[in-house]
Protein backbone atom coordinates (compact mmCIF):
# COMPACT_ATOMS: atom_id res chain seq x y z
CA UNK A 1 0.00 0.00 0.00
CA UNK A 2 0.89 4.07 -0.45
CA UNK A 3 2.85 5.38 2.57
CA UNK A 4 1.77 8.75 3.91
CA UNK A 5 3.78 10.69 6.03
CA UNK A 6 2.72 14.01 7.89
CA UNK A 7 4.48 16.73 9.72
CA UNK A 8 4.62 17.48 12.48
CA UNK A 9 2.87 14.42 14.37
CA UNK A 10 2.69 16.97 17.29
CA UNK A 11 2.02 20.95 17.58
CA UNK A 12 1.32 23.34 20.36
CA UNK A 13 0.19 26.74 19.74
CA UNK A 14 -1.28 29.66 21.47
CA UNK A 15 -4.90 30.62 20.39
CA UNK A 16 -5.44 33.27 17.67
CA UNK A 17 -2.03 32.05 15.82
CA UNK A 18 -2.25 29.98 12.49
CA UNK A 19 -0.61 26.14 12.29
CA UNK A 20 -0.21 24.28 9.04
CA UNK A 21 0.06 20.42 8.64
CA UNK A 22 1.99 18.65 5.92
CA UNK A 23 0.24 15.91 4.64
CA UNK A 24 2.83 13.98 1.91
CA UNK A 25 2.32 10.72 -0.44
CA UNK A 26 5.64 9.20 -0.43
CA UNK A 27 5.54 6.56 -2.66
CA UNK A 28 2.23 7.55 -4.72
CA UNK A 29 1.39 10.63 -6.95
CA UNK A 30 -1.87 11.31 -5.65
CA UNK A 31 -4.49 13.46 -7.05
CA UNK A 32 -6.79 13.10 -4.45
CA UNK A 33 -6.14 13.55 -0.62
CA UNK A 34 -8.42 12.96 1.97
CA UNK A 35 -8.49 15.32 5.37
CA UNK A 36 -10.13 13.96 8.89
CA UNK A 37 -10.49 15.38 11.93
CA UNK A 38 -11.13 12.68 15.75
CA UNK A 39 -11.95 14.55 19.00
CA UNK A 40 -10.79 12.29 22.01
CA UNK A 41 -12.87 9.19 22.02
CA UNK A 42 -14.64 10.13 18.96
CA UNK A 43 -14.70 8.32 15.40
CA UNK A 44 -12.76 10.16 12.35
CA UNK A 45 -15.12 12.35 10.39
CA UNK A 46 -13.99 13.83 7.27
CA UNK A 47 -13.37 17.69 6.68
CA UNK A 48 -12.27 17.84 3.19
CA UNK A 49 -11.22 16.14 -0.12
CA UNK A 50 -7.76 17.41 -1.34
CA UNK A 51 -7.58 17.81 -5.17
CA UNK A 52 -4.81 18.48 -6.58
CA UNK A 53 -4.46 21.90 -8.45
CA UNK A 54 -7.94 22.87 -7.87
CA UNK A 55 -9.86 23.76 -5.14
CA UNK A 56 -10.74 21.77 -1.89
CA UNK A 57 -14.26 19.99 -1.78
CA UNK A 58 -14.80 21.08 2.35
CA UNK A 59 -17.96 18.49 4.03
CA UNK A 60 -21.05 20.07 5.33
CA UNK A 61 -20.17 22.29 8.55
CA UNK A 62 -16.25 22.37 7.70
CA UNK A 63 -15.41 26.30 7.58
CA UNK A 64 -13.39 26.51 4.71
CA UNK A 65 -11.84 30.03 5.32
CA UNK A 66 -10.46 28.24 8.60
CA UNK A 67 -9.24 25.13 7.42
CA UNK A 68 -7.32 26.29 4.47
CA UNK A 69 -6.11 23.33 2.25
CA UNK A 70 -3.88 23.46 -0.89
CA UNK A 71 -3.24 20.74 -2.52
CA UNK A 72 0.05 22.03 -4.49
CA UNK A 73 1.18 18.68 -5.79
CA UNK A 74 1.20 15.58 -6.37
CA UNK A 75 2.51 14.53 -3.31
CA UNK A 76 1.90 16.94 -1.05
CA UNK A 77 -1.53 18.69 0.27
CA UNK A 78 -1.29 21.21 3.33
CA UNK A 79 -3.92 21.78 5.95
CA UNK A 80 -3.82 25.63 7.92
CA UNK A 81 -5.94 26.04 10.84
CA UNK A 82 -5.99 29.69 10.65
CA UNK A 83 -6.90 31.58 13.91
CA UNK A 84 -7.02 28.52 16.24
CA UNK A 85 -8.97 28.29 19.27
CA UNK A 86 -8.80 25.75 21.92
CA UNK A 87 -11.88 23.81 20.29
CA UNK A 88 -9.86 23.09 17.12
CA UNK A 89 -7.71 21.36 19.33
CA UNK A 90 -8.02 17.63 17.94
CA UNK A 91 -6.40 14.62 15.74
CA UNK A 92 -5.97 15.62 12.07
CA UNK A 93 -5.18 12.92 9.76
CA UNK A 94 -5.18 12.40 6.02
CA UNK A 95 -5.15 9.58 3.53
CA UNK A 96 -4.40 9.16 0.12
CA UNK A 97 -6.43 6.61 -2.31
CA UNK A 98 -4.53 4.99 -4.65
CA UNK A 99 -5.86 2.98 -8.13
CA UNK A 100 -7.19 0.53 -6.20
CA UNK A 101 -9.95 0.97 -3.90
CA UNK A 102 -9.07 1.28 -0.24
CA UNK A 103 -7.23 4.27 1.60
CA UNK A 104 -4.05 4.90 3.17
CA UNK A 105 -3.69 6.62 6.24
CA UNK A 106 -0.99 9.01 7.53
CA UNK A 107 -0.11 8.93 11.36
CA UNK A 108 -1.96 11.81 12.02
CA UNK A 109 -0.86 15.12 13.72
CA UNK A 110 -2.08 15.64 17.35
CA UNK A 111 -3.15 19.93 17.65
CA UNK A 112 -3.35 21.21 20.98
CA UNK A 113 -4.78 25.02 21.04
CA UNK A 114 -3.81 26.86 25.00
CA UNK B 1 -24.29 5.05 1.77
CA UNK B 2 -24.65 2.48 3.71
CA UNK B 3 -24.65 2.34 6.92
CA UNK B 4 -23.14 0.06 9.70
CA UNK B 5 -23.89 -1.77 12.30
CA UNK B 6 -21.74 -3.14 14.97
CA UNK B 7 -21.09 -4.04 18.53
CA UNK B 8 -18.76 -1.24 21.02
CA UNK B 9 -16.30 -3.18 21.99
CA UNK B 10 -15.57 -7.44 22.31
CA UNK B 11 -12.90 -9.23 23.84
CA UNK B 12 -10.99 -12.47 22.55
CA UNK B 13 -8.06 -14.54 24.08
CA UNK B 14 -4.48 -14.30 22.59
CA UNK B 15 -4.30 -16.59 20.12
CA UNK B 16 -7.58 -17.48 19.26
CA UNK B 17 -9.43 -16.22 16.65
CA UNK B 18 -10.64 -13.06 16.56
CA UNK B 19 -14.46 -12.71 14.66
CA UNK B 20 -15.84 -9.13 13.93
CA UNK B 21 -19.35 -8.90 13.10
CA UNK B 22 -20.66 -6.00 10.65
CA UNK B 23 -24.26 -5.49 9.85
CA UNK B 24 -24.78 -3.72 6.89
CA UNK B 25 -28.62 -4.89 5.67
CA UNK B 26 -29.13 -1.99 3.30
CA UNK B 27 -25.99 -2.34 0.86
CA UNK B 28 -26.66 -1.69 -2.40
CA UNK B 29 -25.21 -3.83 -5.35
CA UNK B 30 -22.31 -2.08 -5.98
CA UNK B 31 -21.27 -1.17 -2.57
CA UNK B 32 -18.11 -3.06 -1.10
CA UNK B 33 -17.77 -4.18 2.83
CA UNK B 34 -14.44 -2.16 3.91
CA UNK B 35 -12.64 -3.10 7.26
CA UNK B 36 -9.91 -0.40 8.82
CA UNK B 37 -8.66 -0.78 12.55
CA UNK B 38 -7.17 2.17 14.63
CA UNK B 39 -4.59 1.59 17.67
CA UNK B 40 -4.19 4.50 19.75
CA UNK B 41 -3.44 7.60 18.70
CA UNK B 42 -2.06 6.21 15.33
CA UNK B 43 -4.42 6.85 11.79
CA UNK B 44 -6.15 3.79 10.47
CA UNK B 45 -4.71 0.73 8.46
CA UNK B 46 -6.26 -0.47 5.61
CA UNK B 47 -6.95 -4.49 6.46
CA UNK B 48 -9.14 -5.87 3.63
CA UNK B 49 -11.82 -5.51 1.49
CA UNK B 50 -14.71 -7.04 -0.68
CA UNK B 51 -17.86 -6.84 -2.49
CA UNK B 52 -19.28 -10.65 -2.71
CA UNK B 53 -16.88 -13.10 -2.14
CA UNK B 54 -15.08 -14.22 0.74
CA UNK B 55 -11.40 -12.37 0.82
CA UNK B 56 -8.61 -13.38 3.08
CA UNK B 57 -5.27 -11.61 3.09
CA UNK B 58 -2.00 -11.76 5.06
CA UNK B 59 -3.90 -10.04 8.02
CA UNK B 60 -7.51 -11.17 7.63
CA UNK B 61 -10.33 -12.49 6.22
CA UNK B 62 -13.78 -11.22 5.17
CA UNK B 63 -17.04 -13.69 5.47
CA UNK B 64 -20.03 -11.35 3.26
CA UNK B 65 -23.44 -14.06 3.89
CA UNK B 66 -24.78 -14.39 0.64
CA UNK B 67 -27.34 -11.65 0.92
CA UNK B 68 -24.77 -9.14 1.73
CA UNK B 69 -26.32 -7.87 4.46
CA UNK B 70 -23.82 -8.56 7.30
CA UNK B 71 -19.66 -9.97 7.22
CA UNK B 72 -17.23 -11.10 10.00
CA UNK B 73 -13.86 -10.35 10.23
CA UNK B 74 -11.97 -13.03 11.33
CA UNK B 75 -8.27 -12.23 12.51
CA UNK B 76 -7.21 -15.57 12.85
CA UNK B 77 -4.79 -15.87 15.80
CA UNK B 78 -4.87 -12.72 17.72
CA UNK B 79 -2.05 -11.59 19.26
CA UNK B 80 -2.02 -7.99 21.98
CA UNK B 81 -1.09 -5.92 19.17
CA UNK B 82 -3.97 -6.42 17.61
CA UNK B 83 -6.06 -4.74 20.43
CA UNK B 84 -7.48 -1.29 18.24
CA UNK B 85 -10.99 -0.14 17.02
CA UNK B 86 -12.24 -1.95 13.97
CA UNK B 87 -14.09 -0.10 11.25
CA UNK B 88 -17.17 -2.11 8.92
CA UNK B 89 -17.49 1.17 6.21
CA UNK B 90 -19.55 -0.10 3.04
CA UNK B 91 -19.49 2.20 -0.21
CA UNK B 92 -18.48 2.76 -3.79
CA UNK B 93 -14.70 2.44 -4.42
CA UNK B 94 -14.03 5.79 -5.57
CA UNK B 95 -16.44 7.58 -2.92
CA UNK B 96 -15.11 8.87 0.41
CA UNK B 97 -15.76 6.58 3.65
CA UNK B 98 -17.79 7.74 6.50
CA UNK B 99 -16.61 5.93 9.40
CA UNK B 100 -18.98 4.72 12.15
CA UNK B 101 -18.36 4.33 15.87
CA UNK B 102 -16.78 0.83 15.23
CA UNK B 103 -16.04 -2.02 17.88
CA UNK B 104 -13.42 -1.45 20.48
CA UNK B 105 -11.26 -4.98 20.44
CA UNK B 106 -9.13 -6.26 23.09
CA UNK B 107 -6.91 -9.07 22.85
CA UNK B 108 -6.44 -10.30 26.56
CA UNK B 109 -3.23 -12.22 27.59
Known amino acids: GAVVSQHPSWVICKSGTSVKIECRSL??????MFWYRQFPKQSLMLMATSNEGSKATYEQGVEKDKFLINHASLTLSTLTVTSAHPEDSSFYICSVRPESYEQYFGPGTRLTVT | DAKTTQPPSMDCAEGRAANLPCNHSTISGNEYVYWYRQIHSQGPQYIIHGLKNNETNEMASLIITEDRKSSTLILPHATLRDTAVYYCIVGRGAQKLVFGQGTRLTINP
Open chain 1, 27 to 32: DFQATT
